[in-house]
């Protein structure tokens, strides 16, 4: 530009709006940012490039702006502002534009993503905003603070089975449990996202407890949900153990493990000692329905799915004697219902002495 610095600061202080814009590319830094300061009624566009300015004092002049809460900016536009801010006096002050949600300020995220009120929508929002810091972050103490965050959003009452999902297929080193533990404590999990949290990766500390305890141990799941997970992952057997005693998982639970178990299915250890540890959960009764059901028959195969000839009765007559015995009675007294036995034919013969 022609213009001085003294006739580009009058025109600045005494000039209108549309004077004032003309100086918003001055090659004076100082120029700029008193222009984009002094515009009373600066439009969006004006601010959206100003906040790209690679002066510092320019961009701060904008923050400025945005606080005053009279001029609309994107929050879109305001978030990737935050992104690629790296002067730490402006980044504070776009933290503290009103029209920043809490979950999006490093200050607040942790209290704001307690409230109960908050929408699916906000905490997919929050996800997003955090995932890239989450999955490049290497520094413990950063670490612990999006471990945290990621942790408020899977347990939220508001955050769903794809919002589980997603995390899952985040992209990270981190094998703390504490995100794992916190999805486990959901108020309302799903049999899909109970199943997430069986597979998962993780090492154990000494202060975190086991996710899978974590889960096994939540009140909130419905047996019905249980019998569900077992039709799809079968956890380790001590899990099995605690949900029958705790009766937390039905006769059709074990049914669903026992042929997810004998088709192939996903498991948290070796099959076959899961198949024995769910059929010792039985109780005589159970035993005798599930063998009338045929669904505990000793000469079938005991994998479906296995070119091998061992069946359930050769396991069981060695591993479950007991149970090989109740299911054999049973399955006589089926064969012996089945016969049809007629009485004999008696011919009756009148003796001669009463005709």
Known sequence: MSLSQN????????????????????RDPIIRAKAIQKIRTPTLN???????????????AVAIHLISGKHEFPLNDLLLWLERETDPLI??????????????????????LKDPDLTTEQLNAAFSFYKERYETSSDSTTNWKYRSIY?????????????????????????NPHVWNCMAKHHNISASTACLILKA?????????????????????????????????????????????????????????????????????????????LIATLSNDELNELSRQNILALNDPLFITSNKQ?????????????????????????????????????KLTIPSWHM
Request: with cysteine; glycine share 6%; charged share 25%.
């Open 7 to 26: 006739q580009a600061f009058r025109l600045i202080l005494e000039g209108e709006d549309s004077d004032r814009a003309t100086l918003l590319r001055h």
């Open 46 to 60: 004006q601010l959206i490039e100003a906040s790209k300015d690679h002066v510092a004092e320019v961009r701060f």
């Open 91 to 112: 980044y504070k002050e776009l933290l503290s534009n009103p029209r920043l949600p809490g979950y999006y300020n490093p200050g607040q995220v942790l209290d704001t």
């Open 151 to 175: 942790g408020l959003i899977v347990q939220h009452p508001a955050s769903t089975e794809a919002m589980h999902l997603k995390f899952s297929t985040l992209k990270h080193q981190d094998k």
């Open 201 to 277: 990766e993780y090492k154990l500390g000494a202060y975190e407890p086991d996710p899978i305890d974590t889960l096994i141990k939540n009140p909130e799941i419905k047996k019905s949900t249980w019998d569900a997970i077992f039709s799809m992952h079968v956890p380790r057997y001590e899990c099995i153990k605690y949900l029958r005693r705790e009766e937390r998982l039905s006769i059709n639970g074990v049914t669903n493990g026992l042929n997810h178990l004998r088709n192939g299915g996903a498991c948290s250890g070796y099959r076959t000692e899961l198949i024995l540890e």
């Open 310 to 346: 061992e069946t359930l009765g050769n396991l069981l007559i060695q591993s479950n004697p007991n149970a090989y015995q109740k299911i054999l009675s049973t399955e006589l007294h089926k064969k012996i219902s089945k016969i049809d036995i007629e009485p004999p034919v008696v």
